[in-house]
């Protein structure tokens, strides 16, 4: 049974940093795209971040870009993302996903977590 369990959240105030940590469990993703997505309150969920299987590539939300980095550990079979200078509209469910996915409206994955809250107090 794949499952991908994330970590790390909670509350922070603004300007202040966390680290999310994801660890994948009943299949390899080291071949896989893995990601980062949200979603605030009474919002729909959105894109955050992406990295390549090989971890040379990565892709990033505008409203994160500079703020926040993704990096995998493919031996670990895990991705992070580092939050740094949080904001309180960073507060949302930050949810792990693995395999294809979508970024757009209503984004699609192969596999999701269950999602850990991260709330950025002002």
């Known amino acids: 049974q794949v499952q991908l369990a994330e970590s790390g959240g909670g509350l922070v105030q603004a300007g202040g940093s966390l680290r999310l940590a994801c660890a994948a469990s009943?299949?390899?993703?080291?071949?896989?795209?893995m990601g980062w997505f949200r979603q605030p309150p009474g919002k729909e969920r959105e894109f955050v971040a992406y990295?390549?299987?090989?971890?040379?590539?990565?892709i990033y939300a505008d409203s994160v870009k500079g703020r926040f980095t993704i990096s995998r550990d493919n031996a670990k079979n895990t991705v992070s993302l580092q939050m740094n200078s949080l904001k309180p509209e960073d507060t949302a469910v930050y949810y792990c996903?693995?395999?294809?996915?979508?970024?757009?409206?209503?984004?699609?994955?192969?596999?999701w977590g269950q999602g850990t809250q991260v709330t950025v107090s002002s």
């Open positions: 996903a693995a395999g294809s996915m979508t970024t757009t409206r209503e984004p699609q994955a192969d596999y």
């Open positions: 990295i390549s299987w090989s971890g040379y590539s990565t």
């Open positions: 009943g299949r390899s993703f080291s071949r896989d795209t």
